[in-house]
C-alpha cells in the first residue's frame, strides 16, 4: 500500500508541476484501464500543428496511467511548446472502466489546470466511454461535455469522437473521427479526420498519428510520434 501511495504521490506532481489526449496518437481514448497495479507511460517525442502555413510544436508530451483494481486508474497529462518555452496544456484525472463480453463502458473525468502564466482557476472535462470489440476490429465511441474556467471568459462546450481499430499480431492501425465544439461560439467548431498505427516490440510500442482539418476552424494538418511502455508495479 505505501508503493501505491508514492507512485500515485508522484503522478500527481508530475501533472501539476508541470488536455485530455488519453490514447495517443488518438483524440479518442478506450472502455479500459491499465489494469490492477499497472503502470502505462507514453512520451510524445514531437506532436506537429500546420494552420494557414504556421507550424506549432509541442514536445515532449506526456502520459501516465496507474491502475488501481481492474476498473479504476488514475491519468496525469501534461505538453510542453518548445516555441513559447512553456507548458501548453496540464490534466490529472481518473478514469472508471469496464469489459465484460466484448462490451466495455466507462466514464474519464480530468481536471484542466493553470499551466500557463495567464491563466488562472481550473477547468474540468468529462466524457462518457464505449468500447465494442471483434474478433477483427473494435470500436470506441465517446461523448462528453467541458467548462474550461481557467481564462477571463469562461468556455462550455462538447466534444465526440469515433474510433475504429482493426488489430493484428503487432500492427493494430486505425481511423478517427473526432469533433469539438465551443457553445455559443459560431466559428468553433472543430472536425478532424485522422489516421493512427500502434507497432508493438517485446519492450515497447511506437504510436504515431496524422490528423485533417475538415473545416476552418480546424488546424489544416496534424501529426504526433510517440513511445509507450507498461509495466507491473508489484504491491507490498
Same mark, same amino acid.
Request: hydrophobic share 40%; no cysteine; charged share 25%.
Given at each position: 500500500?505505501?508503493?501505491?501511495?508514492?507512485?500515485?504521490?508522484?503522478?500527481?506532481?508530475?501533472?501539476?508541476?508541470?488536455?485530455?489526449?488519453?490514447?495517443?496518437?488518438?483524440?479518442?481514448?478506450?472502455?479500459?484501464?491499465?489494469?490492477?497495479?499497472?503502470?502505462?507511460?507514453?512520451?510524445?517525442?514531437?506532436?506537429?500543428?500546420?494552420?494557414?502555413?504556421?507550424?506549432?510544436?509541442?514536445?515532449?508530451?506526456?502520459?501516465?496511467?496507474?491502475?488501481?483494481?481492474?476498473?479504476?486508474?488514475?491519468?496525469?497529462?501534461?505538453?510542453?511548446?518548445?516555441?513559447?518555452?512553456?507548458?501548453?496544456? /496540464?490534466?490529472?484525472?481518473?478514469?472508471?472502466?469496464?469489459?465484460?463480453?466484448?462490451? *466495455?463502458?466507462?466514464?474519464?473525468?480530468?481536471?484542466?489546470?493553470?499551466?500557463?502564466?495567464?491563466?488562472? *482557476?481550473? *477547468?474540468?472535462?468529462?466524457?462518457?466511454?464505449?468500447?465494442?470489440?471483434?474478433?477483427?476490429?473494435?470500436?470506441?465511441?465517446?461523448?462528453?461535455?467541458?467548462?474550461?474556467?481557467?481564462?477571463?471568459?469562461?468556455?462550455?462546450?462538447?466534444?465526440?469522437?469515433?474510433?475504429?481499430?482493426?488489430? /493484428?499480431?503487432?500492427?493494430?492501425? /486505425?481511423?478517427?473521427?473526432?469533433?469539438?465544439?465551443?457553445?455559443?461560439?459560431?466559428?468553433?467548431?472543430?472536425?478532424?479526420?485522422?489516421?493512427?498505427?500502434?507497432? /508493438?516490440?517485446?519492450?515497447?510500442?511506437?504510436?504515431?498519428?496524422?490528423?485533417?482539418?475538415?473545416?476552418?476552424?480546424?488546424?489544416?494538418?496534424?501529426?504526433?510520434?510517440?513511445?509507450?511502455?507498461?509495466?507491473?508495479?508489484?504491491?507490498?
Amino acid at each position: 500500500m505505501k508503493r501505491r501511495l508514492t507512485l500515485l504521490a508522484g503522478l500527481s506532481a508530475l501533472a501539476f508541476a508541470n488536455l485530455a489526449d488519453s490514447f495517443p496518437p488518438y483524440r479518442s481514448t478506450d472502455a479500459d484501464t491499465a489494469g490492477a497495479d499497472m503502470f502505462e507511460l507514453r512520451v510524445g517525442l514531437l506532436r506537429l500543428e500546420r494552420n494557414n502555413s504556421r507550424s506549432t510544436r509541442l514536445t515532449p508530451l506526456i502520459r501516465t496511467n496507474y491502475g488501481f483494481g481492474d476498473h479504476f486508474e488514475v491519468v496525469s497529462e501534461f505538453d510542453y511548446s518548445p516555441d513559447s518555452d512553456r507548458l501548453d496544456e /496540464g490534466a490529472v484525472g481518473f478514469k472508471w472502466a469496464s469489459i465484460e463480453n466484448g462490451i *466495455g463502458r466507462g466514464v474519464e473525468t480530468l481536471i484542466l489546470l493553470p499551466v500557463q502564466p495567464n491563466q488562472s *482557476g481550473i *477547468g474540468i472535462e468529462s466524457q462518457i466511454l464505449t468500447t465494442l470489440q471483434k474478433q477483427t476490429w473494435q470500436l470506441h465511441a465517446n461523448v462528453g461535455a467541458f467548462r474550461d474556467s481557467r481564462l477571463s471568459s469562461v468556455e462550455d462546450g462538447w466534444r465526440a469522437s469515433l474510433l475504429a481499430e482493426f488489430p /493484428g499480431d503487432r500492427v493494430i492501425p /486505425g481511423v478517427e473521427l473526432f469533433v469539438k465544439d465551443v457553445l455559443g461560439d459560431e466559428n468553433s467548431a472543430r472536425i478532424q479526420l485522422g489516421a493512427g498505427i500502434i507497432t /508493438g516490440f517485446d519492450l515497447f510500442e511506437i504510436r504515431s498519428g496524422i490528423h485533417f482539418g475538415l473545416n476552418d476552424s480546424a488546424p489544416d494538418l496534424e501529426v504526433s510520434i510517440w513511445f509507450a511502455w507498461k509495466w507491473a508495479v508489484a504491491a507490498d
